[in-house]
C-alpha cells in the first residue's frame, strides 16, 4: 500500500492514541504527526504526557512513556474529511481485532469523526465516553491537525491535560 504509516504500539499502554488517519507527509515520512503545523509532540509535553516534545523522527519513543499510535483509517490524505463512510466501515473490524490483540487501558481518539463511525453514535462529547470500546475506556480528544482552527494551542493543552489528570 503506498503512503502507509505503521503503527507505534505494544501490548498493554496506559493510552493508544488513534489518528483518524495519516496525513501525507507524515506517511511518506513514515512518522506519525510530521506535518510541520500539527500540534500534537507539542501538546502532548504541555499536557505532562512526556517530560520533554518528542521529534517525529523519534515517534517510536513514546512506546517508552506506555502510550501508543495508531490510526482508524490506513489511508493517507490531505485531510481527514476525502475519507469516506466506507473506509471507515471498511476499517473497523481490522481496528477491533488490533485493539483486542493489544488491549490498551485507554483509546484515545483524535477528533470525532473515527469515535463517531466506529461506535455509530452522532452526538459525542469531548472527553470520557460512557461506553468502552474493546474493553477501552474511550476518550475523544481535539485533533491536533494545524488544519484545526477551531483549537487554539491552550484549548487542545486543556483537554489532553483532563486525560491526563483522570489517569494519574
Partial sequence: MDNYLQD????????????????????????????????????????????????????????????????????????ADELSKAEFDQSIETFKRKMERYKPTYLAFLGKPAYQAFSGQKNIQWGLQEAPFCNATVWVLPNPSGLNRGFTLPMLINHYQALRNYIS
Fill in 8 to 79: 507505534i504500539i505494544a501490548e498493554n499502554l496506559t493510552i493508544l492514541f488513534c489518528g483518524i488517519n495519516p496525513g501525507l507527509k507524515s506517511a511518506v515520512q513514515g512518522h506519525h504527526f510530521s506535518g510541520r503545523s500539527n500540534r500534537f509532540w507539542k501538546v502532548l509535553h504541555q499536557a505532562g504526557f512526556t517530560p520533554h516534545e518528542i521529534q517525529p523522527i523519534l515517534d517510536s519513543t513514546i512506546l517508552d512513556y506506555g502510550y501508543g499510535l495508531t490510526t482508524a483509517v490506513a489511508r493517507a490524505t490531505v485531510r
